[in-house]
C-alpha cells in the first residue's frame, strides 16, 4: 500500500515561507492538505483533484500554492508541494497530507479520506 511521506515542516518568523511536500508512489482521485492547529479541529487546507485542479480555503487564498511533480514512470512516484508564504503565527499546527484513492474531492469529502501522512509540525513566531 503507498504511503504518504510528508516533509519540509519547521519554524518561521511570522512573513516567513516554508515549502511542505508529499511524496507517494501511485496516483489518486484527490490529495490535499489538512493541518490542526492549537485548539480548534482539523481543516481542510487544500485540495487537488487528478487534472490538477486544485481548490483553497478561504484563510489561505493568496499566500498558498500548490503544485503537483508526477514522474511518468512505472511506479507513478509524485509528490505534491505546499508553497506557504507570508506566513502568520495562526498557521501553527501541524500540517497532514491527505488523499483517496479513487474518489474525487468533492466525494471525498463527504465519505472520508483513506490515506493520511503522519503529519509535520508548522510554528510560526511573531
Not at 3 to 14: D, I, K, M
Not at 33 to 52: C, I, T
Request: hydrophobic share 35%; net charge neutral; aromatic share 10%.
Amino acid at each position: 500500500e503507498a504511503q504518504l511521506a510528508e516533509s519540509g515542516g519547521g519554524s518561521v518568523q511570522a512573513g516567513g515561507s516554508l515549502r511542505l511536500s508529499c511524496a507517494t508512489s501511485r496516483f489518486y482521485g484527490c490529495m490535499g492538505w489538512f493541518r490542526q492547529v492549537p485548539g480548534k479541529e482539523r481543516e481542510e487546507v487544500m485540495l487537488m483533484e487528478k487534472n490538477d485542479q486544485a481548490t483553497y480555503a478561504d484563510f489561505v487564498k493568496g499566500r498558498f500554492t500548490v503544485s503537483r511533480d508526477a514522474k511518468k514512470d512505472p511506479l507513478n512516484n509524485q509528490t505534491l508541494h505546499l508553497q506557504m508564504n507570508n506566513l502568520e503565527p495562526g498557521d501553527s499546527g501541524v500540517y497532514y497530507c491527505a488523499a483517496h484513492a479513487w474518489a474525487g474531492c468533492e466525494l471525498a469529502r463527504r465519505i472520508g479520506f483513506g490515506r493520511w501522512g503522519e503529519g509535520t509540525q508548522v510554528t510560526v513566531s511573531s
